[in-house]
Every structure is written in C-alpha cells, then in structure tokens.
C-alpha cells in the first residue's frame, strides 16, 4: 500500500497500471467505513501477491484528484488498467465481495506466470533463439490454455519454422471460435498457402508459368491466387497483396471474397505487435489529470508500407 499525492499519481498509478492493475481507495482520516476497509484491502493486497497494487488517496488532502475522478462518497474504489479506469465499488464491502471484485480484474497465478513466458519468448524471438522460445510458448499455453497471445506467437512461430502439422493442431482449437477471431483466420490462411505449397502440383510451378496465364487472361483468378499461395508461402508478401488487389479490382465477390479476406488476413499477420504503452506518451489520464512527456507518434517503414497497403484496399473497395 502506498499514499498517493497528485505530484506522484503519474508514476504510481498511471505508469504502473500498464503492467499490473493498480486499485485506488479513495479515503478519509474522518471516515468510519473506511477504517474498516482499509486493513481488508491491505490483507487482499498480500494475499494476492503483488498481482495487483494498492494506492490510498486522502480525498480532503488531494481533492484535485478526488474531483477528477468523480468522487461523491468514500470510501470509493476504482480499479486501473493500461492508464484507465475499469470498474470500481463504493463502500465497505465484506471480503467476499471483495475477493469476487478482484478475481473479476486481477490475473491468476498462472496467467502471471504464462504472461512471463510468452514476454521471454517474444524476448527470445528478436535475439533469433527460436526453439527456446517455442518452449517458453508451449509451456505458457499449458498454463493457461485459453491464452491467446501464447497461443497466436506460437502457431506464427510454428509456420516459420515449418512445423506445420503442429502449427494447425495448436491452432485448430481456435477455429471452432464464434466469431472467428482475425488474427486466428490469418493464421489459416497463411497455414492454406502452405498446404497448397506442398500438396498441390501447381505449388511447385515456377512464378513465370502463373505469369504467362495471367498474360493471356487478366480475369484468371484461379491463376492469380495460386500465385498469391507461392507468393505467400516465398515471403514475398507485399507481392501477394499486389497480386491480390488486381483480383479484387476486377471481381472482389469472386470465390466469397476470397482475395479480400486474404489481403486482409496478411495485413493483420504484417501488423508489428502492439508495444506496451510508454507512460511517457500519455498525454491526459483517463480522470482528466493533466501528464508530462506528450510524443508524436512515429510510424516505422513496416508499419507505413501496411498503411499504404490499407489505403490502396479501401480504394479498391470503394
């Protein structure tokens, strides 16, 4: 537990709530109730073990920050994750209520312990040491098998590696999904360029040979695509999203839409990883506390070349 001024609420709550969810009990020296909650959130904060941070705010004393958030009585609760707030109670509530509130928010053990493995192994993939970062994934999709941030770096990982029988057993779980999650969809359709790859005669015919039938027929789009798959399949992507943006021009029903759910599906497997938020570039919390450090953001040549790609579909479609 820690007493939190205006002058340290950005370090203490906006900054750490990026990592662990930070809960705020709002309070005063006066207040009867709070005398009671205050020992019972200080035990929960022990008993759970450092999975979520405990700030005490006097509001007499930081009334700045208790109009900010909007607080009418106390002892009031509200709970932060990445900079905002996510849910909150007011009162004194009994333990009960209390341990149902937090297991709401607060991650498990294990899903701490998973989200550990999956930032080593992401860790490992940049320093190229794949095989241990394949175990790193495996065992945090054990712990927690419903983690799909494990389950999405390891069937990517799996794909590059070649490992495709495993990548479409990991990944099958997911494909029973309503909806069908993007990310989980891009996956199968990178795992389909593959399978064409391998077990379709076309796939080992060299690029010049879908070229020439392309050539005497700009609307063969069974051509086209069984390019896109080799294009795939190569790596070379921005290629297959060329390729795919002449079928959708000519015909973006053929096949179901087959080329945009596929341009759209690289788009997404293209798309760098979100980076954890830098405290530094928040500008304003979410109760309307005033931060330091604003910065432009900056898009790097990955990330501008999918930009354009976006743009040149959404002319396509329109």
């Known amino acids: 537990m820690i007493d939190v001024t205006v002058e340290t609420f950005e370090t203490e709550v906006i900054a ?24 019972l959130l200080e035990k929960m904060e022990v008993a759970y073990g450092g999975r979520f941070k405990l700030v005490k705010i006097d509001s007499d004393q930081e009334q700045q920050l208790a109009a900010a958030f909007g607080i009418k ?6 709970l932060l994750k ?23 928010h607060v991650p498990g053990e294990n899903e701490v312990l998973a989200e550990a493995e ?30 799909d941030n494990a389950r999405f770096d390891l069937v990517k990982l799996l794909i590059s ?14 494909l ?3 909806p069908l999650k993007l990310r ?15 077990t379709d005669p076309m796939g080992q015919w060299p690029l ?11 609307r063969d789009f069974p051509a086209r695509m069984a390019k896109t798959r080799l294009l795939i399949a190569t790596g070379d992507w921005p290629a297959a999203l060329d390729e795919l943006l002449e079928i959708i021009m000519r015909d973006r029903a053929w096949e179901n839409e087959l080329a945009r759910k596929t341009f759209v599906a690289l788009l997404e497997l293209m798309t760098p990883a979100a980076k954890k938020v830098d405290p530094s570039t928040i500008g304003k919390s979410a109760g309307g506390i005033e931060l330091s450090g604003k910065a432009a953001a900056q898009l790097d040549p990955q990330s501008e070349m999918i930009s354009r790609y976006r743009r040149k579909l959404s002319m396509a479609l329109n």
Do not use: Y
């Open 16 to 39: 750490a709530s990026m990592t662990t969810p930070v809960l705020v009990d709002f309070w005063a020296p006066w207040c009867g109730p709070c005398k009671t909650l205050g020992p």
């Open 118 to 147: 999956v930032e080593e192994a992401e860790a490992l993939l940049e320093s190229g040491d794949l095989e241990t970062a394949q175990a790193k994934l495996m065992q945090a999709l054990e712990a927690t098998p419903d983690n």
């Open 176 to 178: 029973s999904q309503i």
């Open 82 to 104: 990445n900079g905002q707030p996510v849910d909150g109670f007011m009162g004194a509530v009994p333990e009960g209520k209390l341990r149902e509130f937090l297991d709401k």
């Open 208 to 218: 010049e040979k879908f070229d020439q039938l392309i050539a005497a027929n700009k």
């Open 161 to 174: 590696m070649g490992q495709l029988k495993t990548a479409s057993t990991v990944l099958a779980p997911c």
């Open 184 to 198: 989980f969809e891009a996956l199968k359709h990178w795992l389909d360029a593959w399978a064409f790859v391998t």
């Open 73 to 78: 009585s106390i002892p009031t609760c509200v």
